[in-house]
């Protein structure tokens, strides 16, 4: 009952807790891991009772020791780094242009007009198509990994920048005119937290195309990374390693999706939509 | 001293919402534009607060030409227009920017409780009804102190009650600093309780039709007879202006019909 008082006072209630969906609290987090528990241990009992040999399906057991190997000689760690920091400059490169390029194209029509349809055309290349003119542009190392991402990352801000900023309510516009805003100050005081919300999600979908390049990009070659464990362990036909690498996909994606919503909390709490007051992230 | 001279707009479309509007209104002057849809009410109150520019004419403050939106010229939308992201004291210190702290929060803690809200300052505009947020919006219009304050329908979202509150709610601000007031209404009454001076438009291309000076008392008492009167000289004045047959003389019969369809 605690958790439902606390769930009312929503102005007490520290943000990040908002921000990540914590206020039903425990109780919906647990009915919502109800199904995947289940479903993990009717599966590890069956291969307990011999029902399967869970070769290609592992049971949660053996994903744990392969976790347990992985972490225990610092694999692990070292391939969560690599693959952090790959995201990290690609979604950094890919987040800042589409920023920019979207504010642009928002503000000003000339702009617009001027580079919206290369975009465009740009956009309807299947990104993985851009692979091998990456790699041979740009070596098979780390650029062209930073590159692929970044193109991930590019499209989905640079649209919903641009989306948002196009989509300023004229009217409070016209409020920063009325108290004669203009360049700069309009900027800064009307747009810029006019499109905040939408600039959120739009940095979290771009995120999240983010960690889907970088699995193309370590699947194409690399020697280490998260993506690397997928590689290994589908040539050294080790489906544990395989499961694991893709649940720390999920983790990380998931870790850093909650990042973001957690940092943007505290500039959103004035928020009057749908869903701002219901705890979803 | 705010001067219309000659003032005309034509739409790119060819549509010409004003023509020829010429009106000097006094320093504290409290004057209401009444007219039925489409009149060029909203048109002049834009060109008159400088977010649009006139086609032909001039508008001045004080001798000065007015092109853009002026420090000295406050306005207030029909809709409160309150930005989200600030809380009630930030949305009315919008326009004090660049003020020293101490004397902002100063002000604006006047200015608030001056329209009762002096107790919703920290709140976010969502957590508003909307006459309260109406209630910010004209304290956000006044805390700058401009010499002419435009108001385009600011009361027509509202019920009934909440209308007359904030009518004495926009007098009693008003008696604070004597602003020029400028306020388009579809309201007759709300017109006669506020304004010294009634102008009433007509439509096609709009235009100034007729001028009423109301010379009643402040506080004004909405039953009395002589504000009776004065609402049917207003009411008669705008069939006249849309061409229904009613007169001033035989005015006692028909504006009552007329009252509840002119607009």
Redesign the interface.
């Known amino acids: 009952m605690s958790v439902e008082a606390e769930s009312q006072a929503v102005p007490s209630r520290p943000a990040w807790r908002r921000a990540i969906g914590a206020s039903a609290g425990v109780q919906r987090f647990l009915v919502g891991l109800a199904i995947p528990l289940a479903l993990a241990a009717a599966w590890e009992i069956a291969v307990f009772a011999g029902l399967s040999d869970g070769r290609l399906v592992p049971p949660p057991s053996r994903i744990f020791a392969e976790y347990a190997e992985l972490w225990g000689n610092g694999d692990l760690i070292r391939h969560i780094l690599v693959t952090l920091v790959r995201v990290a400059i690609g979604f950094g490169l890919g987040a800042g242009a589409g920023t920019l390029l979207g504010a642009l194209a928002g503000y000003s029509s000339l702009t617009r007009r001027l580079i919206d349809p290369t975009l465009q055309g740009l956009r309807a290349v299947p990104s993985m198509a851009w692979i091998p003119l990456f790699v041979l542009w740009l070596g098979i190392f780390e650029t062209s990994k930073y590159a692929l991402i970044a193109v991930g990352v590019f499209f989905p801000v640079y649209l919903g920048v641009m989306g948002a900023v196009l989509s300023v309510d004229r009217?409070?516009v016209?409020?920063g005119?009325?108290?004669?805003l203009s360049g700069f100050?309009m900027i800064r005081?009307?747009l810029l937290?006019?499109v905040?919300p939408a600039y959120v999600l739009a940095l979290r979908a771009g995120l999240g195309l983010g960690w889907m390049f970088v699995v193309a990009a370590e699947y194409m070659g690399a020697s280490e990374g998260v993506g690397y464990l997928l590689i290994e362990g589908q040539q050294f036909s080790k489906p544990a390693e395989i499961v694991a690498a893709i649940l720390t996909f999920a983790v990380l994606g998931k870790l850093t999706d909650v990042l973001i919503a957690v940092i943007a909390a505290p500039f959103l709490?004035?928020?009057?939509a749908f869903g701002a007051h219901q705890g979803g992230a | 001293m705010l001067a219309l001279q000659n003032v005309g707009k034509t739409y790119p479309n060819g549509v010409r919402a004003l023509d020829g509007f010429t009106l000097t209104v006094a320093p504290g002057e409290i004057v209401a534009i009444v007219g039925g849809s489409g009149c060029g009410k909203s048109t002049l109150l834009r060109a008159v607060s400088g977010l649009d520019r006139s086609s032909v004419g001039t508008v001045t403050l004080d001798g000065e030409p007015i092109t853009a939106p002026h420090e000295k010229i406050g306005i207030v939308f029909q809709e409160p227009r309150l930005l989200p992201w600030l809380s009630v004291a930030g949305n009315v210190g919008f326009g004090l920017e660049g003020w020293p702290k101490p004397e902002r929060n100063g002000r604006v803690k006047a200015q608030l409780d001056r329209v009762g809200l002096a107790d919703k300052a920290t709140v976010w505009p969502r957590e508003l009804s909307g006459g309260q947020a109406q209630r910010v919006a004209i304290a956000r219009a006044f805390v700058t102190r401009p010499e002419v304050l435009l108001l385009d329908e600011p009361f027509s979202a509202l019920d009934a009650f909440t209308r007359a509150d904030l009518q004495d709610h926009l007098l009693d601000v008003w008696a604070d600093q004597k602003p020029t007031l400028v306020i388009v209404t579809h309201d007759v009454d709300e017109a006669l309780v506020l304004a010294d001076r009634v102008i009433v438009m007509r439509a096609r291309p709009g235009r100034l039709y007729e001028e009423i000076a109301i010379e009643l008392d402040r506080p004004r008492d909405r039953q009395s007879a002589a504000f009776d009167f004065a609402k049917r000289r207003v009411l008669a004045a705008l069939d006249r202006s849309l061409d229904r047959r009613a007169t001033s003389d035989d005015a006692e019969t028909k504006t009552s019909a007329g009252a509840a369809l002119w607009w």
């Open positions: 009217k409070i016209e409020v005119r009325a108290f004669r100050a005081r009307i937290p006019a905040l709490r004035w928020e009057d």
